[in-house]
């Protein structure tokens, strides 16, 4: 069982930045190298959506076209994290981040349904 525990949310100000680190933990954790990870969002009365991912194969990234150009989604394969340097935020970026999981696949996507294994969030909050 693979356990995701994802930090560094808060609150912050139009054009601030944040970072949210994911830490991979449990009897697999190790297989954080071979698997596609991704940070998703979700606002309150609005589904959840894909922000960014990273492929186990080449790690490769891709992100939303609403983020592109501001965040920065990284892994540290020694210490089991992955990252999401968040930059230029919007108050449009308010939302529950969560990180998740691929144990299958070795390129990732921003579909929820590839996902099997999902932190509980952290709070984003951006002021305007």
């Known amino acids: 069982q693979v356990q995701l525990v994802e930090s560094g949310g808060g609150l912050v100000q139009a054009g601030g930045s944040l970072r949210l680190s994911c830490a991979t933990s449990?009897?697999?954790?190790?297989?954080?190298?071979?698997?596609?990870m991704g940070w998703f969002r979700q606002a309150p009365g609005k589904e959840r959506e894909g922000v960014s991912c990273?492929?186990?194969?080449?790690?490769?990234?891709d992100y939303a076209d609403s983020v592109k150009g501001r965040f920065t989604m990284s892994r540290d394969i020694a210490k089991n994290t992955v990252d999401l340097q968040m930059t230029s935020l919007k108050p449009e970026d308010t939302a529950v981040y969560y990180c998740a999981r691929d144990p299958l696949r070795d390129f990732c996507g921003l579909a929820s349904w590839e996902y099997d294994d999902w932190g509980r969030g952290t709070q984003v909050t951006v002021s305007s």
């Open positions: 990273i492929s186990s194969y080449d790690g490769s990234t």
């Open positions: 449990g009897s697999i954790a190790s297989l954080n190298a071979i698997n596609a």
